[in-house]
């Protein structure tokens, strides 16, 4: 990390503290006594123990879930290298606050709240009330040929990712989802992700909106041409993002940060939330266990970034929307595996045989 991080950022990252023991060591002495053999649910007692551990609780339940939905535009845009137009970021914007996306119908199944924040469309965006501006300007720059945004333009942005936490955390926000909207923004994360993991462009670059192999081999090309150029430094991760990244990229890594202090779990989505984890992990390794990867991106550079964070995702479904979609499906994962560790019956409490009887 820079030298000098500001304080609040300082504040932000000695709030996250390790998991609690003794929850985990209680929700794994009730998963050992409930009526099944032991282990026989798999990654869902995993999962409930890991939960135990992130809210200090031996028996979590999740009452006020959200999903985060940032948007930002991306200078980067301008080479071709999605294949829709940047319009879209600020129309797809409208389109969650008027509740009509794929994010919108799968986090009402999960039970969840959809909140979106403005961290840089290009666009003007009417005011609506449920919309968070945390706009610094109109997009990155174009990492083609000059850094994405400053260094303090970065660490403002995951300062404001994190205060959109603090504020619902205050009211009782208890689980969060990572998801994103931006034009561009697959190749921020292929920058980001190159550069924090020593690989190619090749390596980590994907089809994203769906361009054809020509616009794959320019994509790369633009990618790998930035690293060089810019030589972001992977030892820095305020450095890297600074260099290659986004806004909402920025803003993603701090809500991680700050969910994590409130001690709430964080189901991160694809590949932008997994670029975002990178930044954030580097910034501060205790987030880590903090974090639920929901699903395995068709993203080529995905898997190499749940790698390097050592996570391994609930559901592949060859999922690549973003916007949170695979996250808020992963969501009832999480609602099942602490509803069976407070509900299902203990052997004694069901007069059932266990097997060391």
């Known amino acids: 990390m820079t030298e000098t991080a500001p304080s609040q950022l300082q504040r932000i990252l000695a709030a996250v503290q390790p998991l609690d023991a003794p929850a985990m060591v209680a929700a794994r002495l ?41 948007a930002a535009d991306h200078g980067v845009a301008r080479e071709g290298v999605s294949a829709y137009p940047q319009e879209v970021t600020g129309q797809m914007v409208l389109n969650f606050l008027a509740g009509g996306a794929a994010i919108n119908v799968l986090a009402r199944q999960a039970g969840a709240r959809v909140i979106v924040a403005d961290f840089g469309v290009a666009s003007d965006l009417p005011a609506h009330p449920e919309l968070r501006v945390c706009k610094l300007r109109g997009g990155t720059s174009n990492f083609a040929h000059e850094p994405a945004m400053t260094i303090a333009e970065a660490v403002a942005c995951v300062e404001a990712g994190a205060r959109i936490v603090d504020e619902e955390a205050a009211h009782g926000l208890d689980l969060i989802a990572t998801g994103d909207m931006g034009i561009g923004n697959t190749t921020a994360s292929s920058a980001i992700v190159a550069a924090m993991c020593g690989a190619s462009a090749a390596q980590v670059t994907g089809l994203g909106t769906g361009i054809d192999p020509t616009g794959w081999s320019h994509k790369v090309q633009v990618i790998q041409s930035a690293i060089e150029a810019l030589r972001p430094d992977p030892a820095d991760p305020l450095d890297v993002l600074a260099k290659v990244g986004g806004f909402e990229i920025a803003g993603l890594a701090g809500a991680m940060l700050a969910a994590a202090g409130h001690r709430i779990p964080v189901v991160i989505d694809g590949f932008i939330s997994g670029a975002a984890a990178l930044i954030a992990v580097s910034l501060c390794p205790a987030l880590q266990p903090y974090l639920i990867a929901a699903h395995t991106s068709v993203e080529v550079g995905h898997r190499l970034t749940l790698e390097r964070l050592g996570l391994t995702p609930l559901l592949n479904l060859d999922l690549r929307l973003g916007e949170g979609t695979g996250a808020a499906m992963a969501m009832h994962l999480v609602d099942d595996s602490v509803a069976l560790l407070r509900e299902m019956a203990t052997f004694q409490s069901a007069g059932v045989a266990d097997r060391d009887d």
């Not at 409930?34 to 869902?44: D, F, I, V």
């Not at 879930?65 to 940032?70: C, P």
């Open 30 to 70: 009730r998963e050992d006594q409930l009526t099944k053999p032991r282990g026989s649910l798999g990654r869902l007692e995993e999962l409930a123990v890991q939960l135990a551990g992130i809210t200090a609780q031996a028996l979590p339940r999740f009452l006020d879930k959200a999903v985060l939905v940032f």
